[in-house]
């Protein structure tokens, strides 16, 4: 199983909304990610978690929080969001194998965010 | 800081042909990973092919190959016998390490495979 899984695969919200977005892996990954996409830009990273704790934090506005309630689960907490955050929302897990020449970054099929 | 350039915003090329999309970087480390992705239309990013910067030979995966050039920082990504299913957007990405857990990407290239 090589699968990472997000939902929802849509969420259309107001600015003064609260709602989550939820990733999920079973391959024992480590680390986890969050990135931001806009159509045809490459990734941006929002946030990485490494043994379930936040590793890096790319300087992303509060409205964004992220959450690792395990090793396998990885949300992201949205309130107040401006329409400039619509965009596609990216999670990814990687092993963090002790030979990192075998490790890969999976990504999920992301979900897609508009904010109205 | 790392910095990814993928300098060919758009390529097309026929069906069966084969295409070479280029990226360069640059970084003062010594050891580090390439990756080439491919994100099809309103579907799901996948890996490619990667190359670990020690590893002097270029990797390969079925039809897709890398021709990487430390010194040059260059690590181009040939695509033989291209098939209609290939059209996507391909982005070149530099990770230190998974455990530094930062990949820098370039901007993308658009590739379109016609009958």
């Known amino acids: 199983d090589t699968e990472v899984t997000q939902t929802p695969k849509h969420l259309v919200m107001g600015m003064t909304n609260k709602k989550s977005l939820k990733c999920e892996q079973h391959m024992g990954h480590r680390a986890m990610y969050w990135y931001k996409q806009k159509a045809k830009k490459p990734p941006e990273l929002m946030f990485v978690y490494s043994y379930e704790k936040l590793s890096i934090n790319e300087s992303v506005p509060s409205r964004f929080s992220p959450e690792c309630p395990n090793s396998s689960l990885l949300n992201l907490h949205l309130h107040a969001l401006q329409p400039e955050d619509s965009a596609l929302y990216l999670c990814?897990?990687?092993?963090?194998?002790?030979?990192?020449?075998?490790?890969?970054?999976?990504f999920g099929p992301g979900t897609r965010l508009t904010v109205l | 800081a790392q910095t990814v350039t993928q300098s060919q915003p758009e390529m097309s090329v026929q069906e069966a042909e084969t295409v070479t999309l280029s990226c360069t970087y640059d970084t003062s480390e010594s050891n580090y990973y390439l990756f080439w992705y491919k994100q099809p239309p309103s579907r799901q990013m996948i890996l490619v092919i990667r190359?670990?910067?020690?590893?002097?030979q270029n990797a390969t995966e079925n039809r897709f190959s890398v021709n990487f050039q430390k010194a040059a920082k260059s690590f181009s990504l040939k695509i033989s016998d291209s098939q209609l299913g290939d059209t996507a957007m391909y982005f070149c990405a530099f990770m230190k390490s998974f455990n530094a857990g930062k990949s820098t990407f370039g901007d993308g290239t658009t590739l379109t495979v016609k009958p």
């Open positions: 190359q670990e910067a020690y590893k002097q």
């Open positions: 990814a897990s990687s092993q963090l194998a002790r030979r990192e020449s075998t490790d890969t970054q999976y």
